[in-house]
């Protein structure tokens, strides 16, 4: 064989390889006994601006745009026909999740952020086939993702970016799929 025919070959069998699919992950648990195959959706969000003048103060006051950003949440997720809506119990995640909740006319659970796993069997089985709506902060919301994916895919969020949050779609044959969305608040809105 020619040198330029072995030449061809291998950039033939590269670009074959290199256009195929990765392979999607398979979740790590399964459908809960007595459930239907059924998608689950994840959204993690992380709360509205807060005063962020006292790094010390544990659940300081909010930022005057938490009404503008909880109103646009609540706007941006009015038609995603949500079943579930999770936050921490503090004044910045309830009052982000609020207006949201209430279009819904839907009430809101309480996590804690306990110290081994966010994403636990007992979530998972409650949550199973819903269309989900986590509120929390600028740690727990790519932990949570994190723990779903079962790697570091993401890092906390900067103090200072409240326009990123995540989506977690797990399709009816557990096939995890996620993404970053980017949502910035409308300057020329008024709330």
Not at 10 to 25: D, N, S
Not at 33 to 60: I, M
Not at 88 to 112: C, G, H, Q, W
Request: with cysteine; glycine share 2%.
């Amino acid at each position: 064989m020619k040198p330029y025919s072995i030449l061809s070959l291998g950039l033939v069998l590269h670009l074959f390889l290199a256009c195929q699919t990765k392979p999607t992950e398979k979740f790590q648990f399964e459908i809960p006994e007595g459930k239907q195959a059924k998608q689950t959706t994840y959204y993690f969000v992380r709360h509205a601006e807060k005063d962020t003048t006292n790094p010390e103060h544990k659940d300081p006051k909010l930022n005057t745009k938490v009404e503008q950003r909880a109103s646009y949440l609540a706007e941006y997720f009015a038609d995603k026909s949500l079943d579930a809506f999770y936050t921490t119990d503090f004044e910045r995640t309830i009052k982000t999740l609020e207006p949201t909740a209430n279009v819904y006319k839907e009430s809101m659970v309480l996590y804690d952020v306990p110290e081994d796993s966010l994403f636990t069997h007992k979530f998972w089985k409650t949550t199973y086939g819903k269309q989900v709506l986590v509120v929390g902060h600028s740690n727990t919301s790519p932990r949570f993702v994190n723990e779903i994916l079962r790697k570091t895919t993401y890092e906390p969020l900067n103090e200072s970016n409240y326009d990123v949050f995540f989506k977690v779609e797990i399709d009816k044959d557990l096939t995890v799929k996620d993404t970053l969305l980017t949502m910035n608040l409308p300057q020329h809105k008024s709330y």
